[in-house]
């Protein structure tokens, strides 16, 4: 009876996923647990060697991979994306939105560039990459898309003005879509990580004496999360366990938004 509720509400055996931003780190995690669920996956990159690492290990497992490369800070080449990938997988029914740039400065040194930079990945091809997949999943009959949030939505940091910004205005842009496209049977919902070591982060905040001594003070689990610990969220957000969950902000963080406690001991470096 087990296996057969886990089949019928998790498995997405005859489904097909898009990842952008799955060359490594988070997206990379990603990608591999939606094709151990059964999904054919779009593996979506900007350096096409690291896209072929993520497809190979995808296949090294049994799983389908199929590799994709697009500039998401140009409208056209999201569009673009998005009509390759329904093509080449045959549908598109999760699109998990997980690309996205940080460049950590004090709001007095960001550049227009630096702006435009962060905004065109973390938010503005989000916008456009989800309007496309939007009429495709509408005439399959419903879909989900996962937007990779961060706590950042709900939490101001220092150094990551602007990357906070988007991160704020996709928690909001999840909640319309969620409205809008809730009568299409498409749920939207954002998943939010906390302080994941990737490679991205391992050595500006882990390796960073001052920063990882702050982060392990800060967070209730005393250390950071793991990429495959985004994976049973993910799944049930990918999945028809979710078919009533939409709008929603999925937290992953440690505790890090519950609070802290002045009674605990320091944490250790």
């Avoid at 905040?205 to 689990?221: E, M």
Wanted: net charge neutral; glycine share 12%; charged share 20%.
């Amino acid at each position: 009876m087990a296996g057969d509720i886990f089949q019928r509400l998790f498995s997405l055996s005859g489904k097909a996923a898009l990842v952008t931003g799955a060359s490594g780190g988070i997206g990379r995690i990603l990608a591999l647990a939606l094709a151990e669920a059964g999904a054919v996956v779009g593996v979506h990159g900007q350096t096409p060697a690291k896209v072929e690492e993520s497809c190979q290990l995808i296949r090294e497992m049994g799983g389908q991979a199929i590799p994709f490369s697009a500039d998401l800070r140009q409208v056209e080449a999201c569009r673009r994306l998005i009509t390759e990938a329904h093509t080449a997988l045959g549908r598109l029914d999760v699109l998990v939105n997980c690309a996205g740039v940080n460049r950590r400065k004090p709001i007095e040194a960001v550049t227009e560039d630096d702006y435009d930079a962060i905004m065109d990945v973390n938010l503005r091809s989000i916008f456009f990459l989800s309007q496309a997949a939007y009429p495709i999943m509408r005439d399959q009959g419903g879909g989900k898309i996962i937007n990779v949030g961060s706590i950042n939505s709900n939490y101001g940091l220092g150094t990551i003005s602007v990357y906070g910004a988007t991160k704020g205005g996709l928690a909001q842009l999840t909640r319309v879509m969620a409205v809008e496209w809730a009568k299409d049977n498409i749920q939207v919902n954002t998943l939010t990580p906390g302080f994941i070591i990737t490679p991205l982060t391992e050595g500006p905040l882990w390796g960073h004496p001052h920063r990882s001594r702050w982060l392990r003070n800060r967070i209730p689990a005393r250390r950071p999360g793991q990429p495959e610990e985004l994976v049973g969220a993910t799944l049930l957000l990918a999945s028809a366990a979710s078919s009533y969950m939409t709008g929603n902000m999925i937290v992953v963080d440690g505790g890090f938004l519950a609070g802290g406690s002045w009674e605990e001991d320091e944490a250790t470096p």
